[in-house]
Structure formats: structure tokens, C-alpha cells
């Protein structure tokens, strides 16, 4: 923010007062500041260490008391990177932002300490509030200073101009100070007001090369962010930054902003649709729609929002603050299907919220099959779902209304300008050897080097893309198709950052290292540095250890792949993308490796779990356009069943539709089965893992997955294995350095792990249980166990509990009224058999119904004994109440009314708590 401020002199009044650069070349400042009286001749402005330029005026509104100045991009602000812009949306004190501005106010002035009747002016920063309620009646941000205030507002002049910064975006500018506040409080300009103003974006965008675009500062802490321009393939192709107009969907974005303008104030729904297809960029341009001023209603209030952030700057988030939305707000999330409890966190805060403003939230998935049923289950007809309707988008909708050749060419034009724009912003340098002109667009469609992979909207673009590189660099046209040229465009952008930090490139090392950060993420920095550590050991896997690796490096790469890609919210570092850029890259590893990079990456001991699930994640989702892929993570998983099945059959079910997730467990049933077949395989294990993924395929198939999430799978306990010659057995010897070398600041997880067993005591009728092995001798290993749910439907667990709900009231009414209400209730000896008789019918209900039992004469005789004792009771109750019928038959009549019930009983256990089942290993 510092760097950004700058003074700005009429000399002609005199008059001077402060700026803030926006973008290199580019000033926000004050009307009464560069424009005394209407004068709008050139002005000087000056930065902080005295380099000063002339500047002319682009854009002003008098009314608004604003002015945007050009000036020598190359003297001023060459390094800077354009500005965020922001605004302030929510009312919550709990979490209010702390805004921040810097000027060159009077107060600062000091004499010369040479020149008479000259001053120095000093730069002053200073901390404050707004609370939106502050002078909102004529439109300004009340800017409420901490611990700060001046003995009048003259004092102030000279900040008049300076920009007003929240949480990284610039929300305002300084006009006048207040006296009765005793220079405690300053007034700004909004950037809402500036974007309203005719002309203001236009100016912007017409300097910079990019429209500027206004988001909620306050909720920069729960919002993921909007990439920085960089001239990478990743920036390029990413949705958000909306490089390339969108083409098509027209139907699916007025309906999505049909249904946004409904009249209820909180909806939901999803978008779904394959990879690639166009699903964030048409969330992306809906956001840019309804923030615009409607047609004939150019006063009404835009709506503000933005993509809810995976994991979120503040922790933990202050989702409350979503239900404090002046202004209608629209929220997306994509990748719902991952993220079930975040949406439920934010769904639960806006279903008590007590605002009337309108909240859309948009749910942005590969499909539905999985997740959707369920969350609409349980939110349709409340107050923040509706009918839960959802909208789909097929791979023709993004070209439904133009040609593919004419699609390819506006991406052509529109990359062209966009390169062009970060060049001359000084974000590239020499990886271009031919000059960028307009010809650079032409030429014949689909060259050799641009021929789309399929029909998404994003291979189209990628292979746009491709042709215009491929014209910048004869190096590039040298591939043979767009993946390999988008890649070879990214390796020069690695290079760049490297040789900056003074590195030697290593072209392989980074592929590497920028796939595991591609597939594993880091939300923090310990998970950055577990990653980098894998990653050179997964890279340097089969050679000699001849000496450790150095700590520096693994440092140094670490900061150049935060710098490659840096996390748009609270993760430590993002990775590459569009998606199937990022497949493709780590594809090319794995091929390149022979198969083994992903086997040695995934069960590496210092990944931590939600780094396997991540990876698993990725790699599951690449199953229709990698299947290399996938051949890998199952080998992985089928290797080391006990670390990584468990996380992937969960993650399998839960987080894929149907189609993919069968065609991903059936391969790893197969490398399951092949690797049960090596000698040194586990029998118990194996059987084991084969059982836990037939069980998963039955999950899938069935199309009840949400009703399994409290299966716990767990696999044998395992023997230590006394030949591998380490303590904990983590490591094998070859596959990664000596830990003392590798440590930078990582917990150690190797001796200090704990062991994932469980207790397995109990008698010899306990299932699971053994007995004491005689001394001597070893005791045989667990067999492995697994919770299954019965597969049922809703209404067949709810009929299943009310009958046994029925049965225990009917158990107990009969039971009651022979012992309480009878001639037997003078027997003391009778008050205690009908509680009794309750629980054995509880404990039959629950003990039969949770475990696989053996056959056993004890277990065959239980639930007999019970039902003859219930039965008993009925006799007593016929005979009290005078039936005149054969015993045997009344008998076997509260027989057949016992026994269903006894049966549900034991059934509805087992459908709400599933049924522990074992596996014999042989």
C-alpha cells in the first residue's frame, strides 16, 4: 500500500494533496486535489523517494469528487501490479476489517532543512474502521480512526486523495475530514459510487487491458481470490480470469439469473456438468452480470459475492458474517461434491439468518449421484432451499449459438490481447521470438498443433492458446499437439521465477516437484515442505544415497512454487491449473517414470493424511481423461492397502458419481488381486482389502452411499516385521533420505508414530475376542473386521423401527399387566421378569443385529429362550382375561406375534447401526 501512494500537486493553485497508484502509470486521487476550480490542465505527482512525472486527466466526476490520472507508466509504479478493487458488504462488529490508508497529510509537513520557505511532506499511515451505518445517508464510508485523531481537520489536508485499502483491495478514496469529530473521522468516496460512474471502468480497462472488477473486501477471509495476471498458461486458461468472452450457455445464465432475482430471500441449487465444460466461467460471468446496474434501474444496488474459499484465511471462519449481507450476495462453491460439511457450516448460519436481502448459493459439481440427493433430502422446503432444482451443462451448450471455428478464432483474438497486455506490463521477457502483432491471430484453423482433444470448451481454448504460442515461439510449434505446447509455455514461466531467486533450472526436477504439488496441495507450510521432501525423494528414487539432500534447496523450491502458484485463499501455495492441464502434466510424470511416480508418492511417510486424500481426490477425478491415472493410484493403494484403502474407498464413494467410481474400485479390485498374488503378501490384509471394495462397489451400485458415512474400516493389525531392520517400519531403505537430513522444521512422524491397532479382549464368545496364547508361543493376528450397513431405503427403516418400537410396547404392555395388574403381582419374584424380559429382547436386537455370529449352540439357543419366556407371559395374559382356547394353539399364536417383532427388532439394529462382519483370511 506504501509503495502504491503518491503526491499530487497543482502548481498552478498551489494545491496538493495525495493518490494512490491503481496500476503502473494509472492515479486515484481527489477532484478538488488535480482539478481546483475545474482547471484540468496537467498536474505533477510525485512518489515516495521523490521520482515525479506529469499527468494528464483520463477520467473525472466533480460531483463524486474523483479523478483518475495518467501519467509515464515506466517512472511510476512500473513494478506495481494492478489494483484490487472492493467494497464493503456486511455488518458483523465480531470480524469488522481493519482498513488501512496512507497519505501526505499537513500535519506532517516540516520545514526544509535547507531550502527557506520550502517543506518536506512525510507520509502518514493510519488504521480505522468503517461501519457501513457511518455517513451511508449521503452515499460515503465513514472512516473511523484507531487511536488516532488530529486537533482539527485542517490538519488532515493534504490526505485528501490517498487511497483506502481493506484487507488488500482499494475501497475508497479520501475527500474531506469532519471537525466535530475532532479529525477522528474521514470520508471516502466509495469504489461502488467510482464504478457507477459513465466511464469509469471504461478508462480502466482501456489502461490496464483488463476489466476491473469489484468484490466484497470484508469477506476476503472466506472468499477465494482472483488469480493475479501472470503470464503462465495457468493464469491464461484459468475461468475466473475471464480472458476469453463467454460463448453460449445463453439459456443457463438467464435462468440462473431468473433464479436469482426470485423473491425468496435464501435458495440453493447445483450446476453440474463434465470437466472442462464452462461451469466456472459461467458462474463467473453470472457474478459480473448481476453486480452490473439493471436496465432502467441504473440506481439499483448490485448484487456482491464470490467463490466460497476451500479453506478459508480466517480460522475459524466467521460464516456468520454471511448472514450480516447488506446487498444481495451470491455465493459459489465449487467442487461441492468434496465439500459437504463446509456447505453445511454455511447453510446452517443462513438458514437462522434474520435479513431480508436476497442469498443465492451455487453448488458447482462434476455430478450429482453422489452428494445432491442427500443434501436436497435434507433441506428441500426449508427456509434456504426451495425445490432444490439443478441445471446442467452439456459440452454443446458453450458453442450453442456460434460456430466452432468462429469460437476458436474469438479465443485466438482474445489471448493475443491479453499477452500482449501483460508484456507490456513487464510480466514476460524474452521466451517470445517472434514479435506480437496482429497477424500473430491468423492463419488457417486447427493447425497441426491445434487440434482440440474432445469437445469441451476448455480443450477449444487450449488449443487456441497453443496456435498463438506456437506463433510466438518456434520452439513451441515444434509439438504435436496443444498439451505438450501449453506445457513447454509453463516449463519457460517456471524458469523465469527460478533463474530470478538465482537457482539453477532443473527441467525434470520441477516437472516433478510441480506435479506433487499439483496432486497432494498444502494448506500450510509444514505441508509444503512434506510435499517438497517427497517430491525429491520420489525424483531421485533408485539412486545411491551419496548424500543428503540440502536443506536450502528444499527451501528454495518451496518458495518458488508458492511463487509459481500462489493460493487464492488461506491454503499455503494453490498448484497448476485448468484441471486437465494439471492431469496432463503429472500423466507425463508418471509415464516418464515408469509407473512409479505415483506408487511412491502417495504412501511417502511424510505426506499427512489430508494431503492422501487430496491426491486420491485428483487422481480419481482424472479417471475419464487420464486412465494412467488411475492405474496408479490403484497400484498405490493395492501396495499399501492398510494406509491408503481405507481414505480411498471413502473417498471413492462419497466424492464420485456412479460411472467413475465403479470404473476406479474395479480397477483396484484387479490390483488388488494381483497383488494378493506376490509372495510376500499378507493373506488376512488382503483378504481384507478384497472384502472392504466389494463392499464400496455395493455402496456404488446400490446408489445408498450417503447412508454408509459412519462405516469404519479397519484394517488387520500387522505383525512387526522383524526383516526390514528398522524400528518403525515406515521408510524402506533406498526410497527416502535419513530423516536427521530431511528435517526442516517437520514434526517427526516415524518412531513417534502410535500403532493403529485396537483392543481385542473379551471371552471366548466375544467376536474379535482370543484367547490367551500359551507362553511361548504367538498369538494369532486379528482377523480384520469391517462395518457394513444393511442396504435399505428410508422407508424400509422407518417401517423396521416402528415395528419394533411396536413390539417393545407390546412386549411390555403384556408383561406389565401379568406381573402389576394380576393375582401374580403378590409374587415379589414376578416384579422383576418384565424388565428383564425387555432388555433380553433389546440385547437380542443389538447384539444379533450389530455381528456376524458364528454358529454356536449358546447363540443358537438365546433368542428361543427369550421368545418362549415372552410367550409364557401371553398364556398368563389369555388365561386372565378368560380364552377359552387349546393351549398349544394359543401358543403358537403369541408366537407369531413375538417373533416378526423380535425379528424387525433385530433388523432395524442393523440397518441404523450396521454390522460388524468378518473376514477369515483363508
Not at 509444503?528 to 539412486?543: I, L
Not at 403369541?894 to 468378518?918: C, D, E, K, V
Request: glycine share 8%; aromatic share 8%.
Amino acid at each position: 500500500m506504501e509503495a502504491r501512494t503518491v503526491e499530487v500537486i497543482n502548481p498552478r493553485v498551489p494545491m496538493f494533496g495525495s493518490g494512490a497508484l491503481v496500476a503502473p502509470g494509472l492515479v486515484l486521487t481527489a477532484y478538488h486535489v488535480a482539478c481546483p476550480g475545474g482547471d484540468r490542465q496537467p498536474v505533477t505527482v510525485r512518489n515516495k523517494i521523490g521520482q515525479a512525472a506529469e499527468a494528464t486527466i483520463a477520467w473525472a466526476d466533480a460531483e463524486l469528487d474523483a479523478v483518475l490520472l495518467q501519467t509515464d507508466r515506466t517512472v511510476l509504479g512500473a513494478s506495481l501490479p494492478i489494483v484490487r478493487w472492493g467494497e464493503l458488504t456486511c455488518d458483523y462488529p465480531d470480524a469488522r476489517p481493519v482498513c488501512s490508508m496512507t497519505g501526505f497529510p499537513r500535519a506532517m509537513r516540516r520545514p526544509h532543512p535547507i531550502l527557506p520557505d520550502a517543506f518536506v511532506d512525510e507520509l502518514l499511515a493510519v488504521d480505522g474502521n468503517i461501519k457501513p451505518a457511518t455517513s451511508s445517508r449521503r452515499g460515503y464510508y465513514g472512516f473511523e480512526l484507531i487511536n488516532t485523531s488530529l486537533e482539527s481537520a485542517e490538519l488532515w489536508q493534504g490526505m485528501s486523495g490517498a487511497g483506502a485499502f481493506c484487507n488488500e483491495r482499494l475501497v475508497g478514496v479520501a475527500t474531506f475530514a469532519s471537525d466535530f469529530r475532532h479529525g477522528g473521522l474521514l470520508h471516502l468516496m466509495p469504489a461502488a459510487r467510482l464504478f457507477a460512474s459513465p466511464g469509469f471502468t471504461d478508462t480502466v480497462t482501456a489502461v490496464t487491458g483488463m476489466t476491473p472488477q469489484l468484490q466484497p473486501a470484508d469477506l476476503r477471509l472466506l472468499l477465494d481470490d482472483v488469480p493475479d495476471p501472470q503470464l503462465s498458461t495457468s493464469y491464461l486458461l484459468n475461468a475466473r480470469s475471464a480472458v476469453v468472452p463467454l460463448t453460449g450457455m445463453t439459456a443457463q445464465l438467464d435462468a440462473l439469473e431468473a433464479w436469482c432475482r426470485t423473491s425468496r430471500p435464501t435458495d440453493v441449487t447445483a450446476v453440474t456438468g463434465i470437466a472442462g465444460i464452462g461451469k466456472t466461467r459461467l458462474i463467473t460471468e453470472l457474478i459480473h452480470r448481476l453486480g452490473q446496474p439493471r436496465p432502467g434501474n441504473p440506481t439499483a444496488r448490485g448484487w456482491t459475492g464470490g467463490f466460497l474459499a476451500d479453506n478459508p484465511i480466517q480460522q475459524p471462519p466467521h460464516y456468520r458474517m454471511l448472514a450480516t449481507s447488506k446487498y444481495p450476495l451470491l455465493l459459489a462453491v465449487d467442487y461441492a461434491e468434496t465439500r459437504r460439511d463446509q456447505v453445511d457450516q454455511v447453510l446452517d448460519v443462513l438458514a437462522a439468518r434474520h435479513t431480508s436481502d436476497p442469498v443465492r448459493v451455487l453448488l458447482l459439481a462434476r455430478g450429482r449421484d453422489s452428494w445432491w440427493p442427500s443434501l436436497r433430502r435434507a433441506r428441500q422446503g426449508t427456509s434456504v432451499m426451495s425445490t432444490g432444482a439443478t441445471i446442467d451443462v452439456d459440452p454443446a451448450d458453450a458453442l450453442a449459438e456460434t460456430t466452432t471455428e468462429h469460437a476458436f478464432d474469438t479465443a485466438k483474438h482474445a489471448f493475443t490481447e491479453r499477452i500482449h497486455t501483460l508484456r507490456s506490463a513487464g510480466l514476460g521477457d524474452d521466451w517470445a521470438t517472434s514479435p506480437l502483432g496482429p497477424e500473430t491471430s491468423a492463419g488457417p484453423v486447427f493447425t497441426a498443433a491445434a487440434k482440440p482433444a474432445d469437445d469441451t470448451v476448455i480443450s477449444l481454448h487450449m488449443a487456441a492458446l497453443a496456435d498463438v504460442l506456437a506463433a510466438l515461439n518456434d520452439d513451441f510449434a515444434r509439438y504435436d499437439n496443444p498439451m505438450d505446447v501449453l506445457i513447454a509455455h509453463e516449463v519457460s514461466y517456471w524458469k523465469r521465477i527460478v533463474e530470478a531467486r538465482g537457482e539453477h533450472f532443473d527441467e525434470k526436477l520441477m516437472r516433478t516437484l510441480v506435479a506433487v504439488q499439483a496432486v497432494t496441495g498444502a494448506t500450510k507450510l509444514s505441508n509444503a515442505q512434506a510435499a517438497v521432501t517427497a517430491g525429491f525423494d520420489v525424483h531421485h528414487a533408485g539412486f545411491p544415497d551419496a548424500a543428503p539432500n540440502d536443506r536450502r534447496l528444499l527451501a528454495a523450491y518451496e518458495d518458488i512454487l508458492t511463487a509459481a502458484y500462489p493460493s487464492g485463499d488461506g491454503a499455503h501455495w494453490g498448484s497448476m491449473g485448468p484441471d486437465l492441464l494439471g492431469t496432463a502434466l503429472v500423466a507425463d510424470v508418471e509415464t516418464k517414470s515408469g509407473g512409479q511416480f505415483i506408487e511412491r508418492l502417495l504412501p511417502h511417510p511424510y505426506l499427512e493424511e489430508d494431503q492422501q486424500h487430496r491426491a486420491l481426490t485428483v487422481l480419481a477425478r482424472a479417471t475419464p481423461t487420464q486412465p494412467v491415472l488411475t492405474a496408479g493410484a490403484a497400484r498405490a493403494v493395492a501396495a499399501a492397502p492398510d494406509k491408503l484403502l481405507p481414505l480411498a474407498a471413502r473417498t471413492v464413494t462419497a466424492e464420485l458419481d456412479t460411472d467413475i467410481a465403479r470404473d476406479w474400485l474395479l480397477g483396484l479390485q484387479d490390483a488388488l488381486a494381483e497383488q494378493a498374488q506376490q509372495p510376500d503378501a499378507d493373506p488376512d490384509l488382503y483378504a481384507w482389502a478384497t472384502d472392504l471394495v466389494s463392499t464400496s462397489l455395493t455402496h456404488v451400485e446400490t446408489g445408498l452411499g450417503d447412508y454408509f458415512n459412519s462405516t469404519e474400516w479397519k484394517p488387520p493389525q500387522s505383525q512387526p516385521d522383524e526383516e526390514l531392520g528398522t524400528d518403525d517400519g515406515l521408510v524402506d531403505e533406498g526410497d527416502a533420505a535419513d530423516e536427521d537430513d530431511l528435517d526442516w522444521d517437520l514434526e517427526d512422524d516415524g518412531d513417534e508414530r502410535e500403532e493403529n491397532g485396537e483392543e481385542t479382549g473379551g471371552g471366548d464368545d466375544e467376536p474379535g475376542g482370543t484367547a490367551d496364547a500359551p507362553a511361548g508361543t504367538t498369538s494369532p493376528a486379528p482377523r480384520p473386521t469391517v462395518v457394513v450397513h444393511t442396504i435399505t431405503s428410508r422407508a424400509v427403516r422407518t417401517v423396521l423401527t416402528a415395528v419394533a418400537l411396536a413390539h417393545l410396547g407390546f412386549v411390555s404392555f403384556v408383561t406389565g399387566s401379568v406381573a402389576y395388574f394380576s393375582h401374580y403381582s403378590s409374587e415379589p419374584s414376578f416384579w422383576l421378569l418384565p424388565p428383564l424380559i425387555i432388555c433380553a429382547h433389546l440385547f437380542i436386537g443389538s447384539f444379533y443385529g450389530r455381528r456376524q455370529l458364528p454358529a454356536a449352540f449358546a447363540i443358537l439357543i438365546a433368542p428361543p429362550l427369550v421368545l418362549l419366556m415372552t410367550v409364557g407371559f401371553g398364556l398368563m395374559f389369555s388365561d386372565l382375561h378368560g380364552a377359552d382356547i387349546n393351549p398349544v394353539v394359543m401358543g403358537m399364536v403369541w408366537t407369531s406375534l413375538f417373533s416378526p417383532g423380535l425379528l424387525a427388532l433385530t433388523y432395524a439394529f442393523r440397518a441404523w447401526f450396521g454390522q460388524i462382519r468378518f473376514a477369515d483370511g483363508r
